[in-house]
């Protein structure tokens, strides 16, 4: 049984930090097969694609709403992949998924390809 199991999601004020780690178990190859996206859905919005890395984890691309304030990064060995949040801004208020799919490539930011989901951990960013 796949599991991707997103936590570290919580309250912040306006300029704060997070990092949201996503444990990944049962996937029918090793991580290291996969590319592993982050995206993240805000009440009444629809899903979006935020970040995504590589097999390797040398490289990994970002949207514009959090580039230059989001790092993704892997562990393969612990199955573990994070997403580190800086400068929080009351718009990165909703709930962030980790995913990924034997078909699902980093060279767009939608859910092409994704096959397995996680839960989902609420990040909330307010004053």
């Known amino acids: 049984q796949v599991q991707l199991v997103e936590s570290g999601g919580r309250s912040v004020q306006p300029g704060g930090s997070l990092t949201l780690s996503c444990a990944v178990s049962g996937l029918p190859f090793t991580l290291d097969y996969y590319r592993i996206g982050w995206f993240r859905q805000a009440p009444g919005k629809e899903r979006e694609g935020i970040s995504c890395i590589t097999p390797s984890g040398i490289t990994s691309v970002y949207a514009d709403s959090v580039k230059g304030r989001f790092t993704i990064s892997r562990d393969n060995a612990k199955n573990m992949v994070y997403l580190q949040m800086n400068n929080l801004k009351p718009e990165d208020t909703a709930t962030y998924y980790c995913?990924?799919?034997?078909?699902?490539?980093?060279?767009?930011?939608?859910?092409?390809?994704?096959?397995?989901w996680g839960q989902g951990t609420q990040v909330s960013v307010s004053d």
């Open positions: 995913a990924t799919g034997q078909n699902y490539y980093c060279t767009t930011f939608n859910t092409t390809g994704v096959t397995y």
